[in-house]
């Protein structure tokens, strides 16, 4: 073991008494490591506690399979491996990262456990404070963590929640009113049973009834000039033909595509005694279908939004997967529902390359990332504004582009936005956590970078994320 001279030598152990140098020199080992060897390895128990002697070693983490790099020094007196020897908690019971010999390297190894207890007789307060000092951090770690992915929700449940509701509603109200005409249909099934209608006629009718159907699940969309144009033209022909209550009928029959012709076609099958009769029966039809079509569209918009929110939120994926971030940015769109699109004074502007490669990345974190510039954006913008979503390739890096016509980030503000808790917004609005949760995700978690122009009526924040799991962004 070497001499207490040279462990002085570390600065970790410059301070401490000749007994207790003594007894790190007779309880550590020197271990020599080949290069290309770990020295220790991520996710195993964590035994020992490591200071470089000599030689260059790198520090790596699994990210997503692969290993990502962290450091690499050659300093003698690093220290790694069971660096939270101290804790008698399971939460430092296995190796954080894994350390690699670079070159042949020589590290002193120290059993933790053992150290530990000494350590603890050694600095009994240092002990309590780092042990009271690592679960504050902790705490407030997690804490954050989950303030913002409900930052995120809440940002997005307001929207969310009115989009759905809307639909729903409709089609609540259509399935109500649904009832009324078929039990308004059953009425007149018994009159026409009754017999006022001929066995010849009363199939013509089912075959009008039929061609009507089909017009309405086709009606084309109208403009409310073109419909009150044709609503006075057949109302005048309901009135032309004494059909009591015609000019209600008439914007039924339109907004379901049909017009005079197809009355005509109605007159000639049922005869004129009848045919008040067959248009009311008509009118149930089409009725009918109309709110069956409501139904089908709120519904197929509610499962729409259902998908939409299950793509943001990435349930049931894996967190760390290869995406397009197309389908990302598409899904963040949607949730935020009306406050982003013309219904909110703003326009959309998609600008995305298609042909983009899919890129290796924690998807839903990156929702949050899209939901936190989208929502400054949008708070800069103010209700009237124009939001640009690019997507392009910036040498070898992807490049999601947004923009928008805001005010602009002032130069003294612009130095700060990325601080936790920095915030230019009223109390209770604003928490300052949106682009620090931005920075953390795509620069931490992903290596790539966020960059920001800005200039009145023209902010953009680029984010640019590596095309692959090596990327060294
Ligand atoms: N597009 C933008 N236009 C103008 N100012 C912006 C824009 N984006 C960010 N900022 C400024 O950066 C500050 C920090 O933004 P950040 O998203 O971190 O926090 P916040 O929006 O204030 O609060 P939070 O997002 O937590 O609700 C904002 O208060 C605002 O002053
Ligand atoms: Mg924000």
Redesign the pocket.
């Known amino acids: 073991m070497s001499t207490s001279v040279e462990l002085r030598n570390l600065f970790l152990f410059a301070d401490l008494s000749d007994e207790q140098l003594a007894w790190i020199g007779e309880h550590a080992d020197v271990v020599e490591v080949a290069a290309g060897e770990d020295v220790v390895t991520e996710g195993e128990p964590a035994r020992c506690f490591h200071v470089l002697l000599s030689g260059t070693v790198a520090m790596s983490r699994m990210i997503g399979g692969d290993a990502v790099e962290t450091t690499r020094t050659d300093q003698p007196g690093v220290y790694f491996g069971a660096v939270q020897f101290y804790l008698d908690d399971d939460s430092a019971r296995d190796y954080p990262s894994s350390v690699r010999a670079i070159t042949d390297a020589a590290v002193l190894a120290l059993p933790a456990k053992e150290f530990a207890r000494e350590f603890a007789q050694w600095f009994p307060m240092a002990m309590h404070l780092l042990e009271g000092m690592l679960l504050g951090m902790r705490k407030s770690n997690s804490q954050v963590a989950e303030r913002e992915r409900l930052?995120a929700l809440g940002k997005l449940s307001a929207g969310l929640t009115h989009e759905l509701n809307n639909p729903a509603a409709a089609a609540g109200r259509a399935a109500d009113a649904l009832r009324d005409r078929v039990a308004g249909m059953r009425n007149k099934l018994a009159m026409i049973a009754s017999g006022k209608l001929a066995g010849a006629q009363l199939q013509k009718l089912v075959m009008a009834q039929d061609e009507f159907v089909k017009k309405v699940r086709h009606a084309p969309a109208l403009t409310p000039m073109q419909a009150s144009d044709l609503e006075d033209e057949l109302g005048d022909w309901f009135d032309d033909h004494d059909i009591a209550g015609g000019w209600d009928l008439a914007p039924v029959f339109v907004s379901g595509g049909l017009g005079v012709e197809d009355m005509e076609a109605v007159l000639t099958s049922a005869g004129e005694e009848t045919i008040e009769g067959a248009i009311r029966w008509l009118s149930y039809t089409v009725e009918t279908e109309s709110l069956i079509r409501e139904i089908l569209d709120a519904t197929s918009r509610i499962s729409d939004l259902v998908g939409a929110a299950k793509q943001y939120s990435q349930m049931d994926r894996a967190p760390y997967r290869w995406i397009d971030v197309h389908e990302g940015l598409e899904a963040t769109l949607v949730m935020f529902g009306r406050k982003v699109g013309p219904d909110g004074g703003i326009d959309i502007v998609r600008d995305y390359d298609r042909s983009l490669p899919q890129i290796p990345a924690y998807s839903a974190e990156l929702n949050q990332v899209w939901t936190?510039i989208i929502?400054?954006?949008v708070?800069?913008m103010d209700g009237a504004g124009t939001l640009t979503v690019r997507t392009a390739l910036a040498g070898d890096r992807l490049m999601v582009e947004i923009g928008?016509t805001?005010?602009?980030?002032p130069p003294e503000?612009r130095k700060r936005?990325f601080e936790p808790f920095?915030?230019?917004?009223a109390v209770g609005?604003?928490?300052?956590?949106?682009?620090?949760v931005t920075y953390r995700v795509v620069v931490g978690r992903h290596h790539g970078d966020v960059v920001v122009t800005?200039e009145p009526g023209d902010?953009r924040?680029q984010v640019l994320l590596p095309l692959s799991e090596s990327g060294d962004g």
Do not use: E, H, Q, R
């Open positions: 930052l936190n929502d400054n954006a708070d800069a928008d805001g005010p602009g980030i503000v936005i920095y915030t230019t917004k609005k604003g928490t300052g956590l949106g682009l620090d800005s902010t924040f």
